[in-house]
């Protein structure tokens, strides 16, 4: 997990996406769901990786 990113809540799978839509953080459960390494989807585009896995599931904080 990036050192920026929330503790993971009960093995979720979350990312962190800045405004711009960039990909910041991401849990060891989006590892396991999506396949990319927190090292790989750091920087990426979060609309491309919605868009290769068939859209997915978004939600806002607070």
Same mark, same amino acid.
């Given at each position: 997990?990036?050192?920026?990113? #929330? $503790?993971?809540?009960?093995?979720? *799978?979350?990312? &962190? &996406?800045?405004? %711009?839509?960039? &990909?910041?953080?991401?849990? #060891?459960? $989006?590892? %396991?769901?999506?396949?990319?390494? $927190?090292? !790989?989807? !750091?920087?990426? *585009?979060? $609309? ?8 997915? *599931?978004?939600?806002?904080? #607070?």
């Amino acid at each position: 997990m990036l050192p920026d990113a #929330p $503790a993971e809540p009960r093995g979720d *799978a979350f990312a &962190v &996406v800045d405004g %711009r839509g960039m &990909v910041t953080g991401w849990s #060891p459960g $989006a590892e %396991r769901l999506l396949g990319y390494t $927190a090292a !790989q989807a !750091q920087g990426l *585009a979060w $609309a491309s990786m919605e868009a290769s896995h068939g859209g997915l *599931a978004v939600g806002h904080g #607070p």
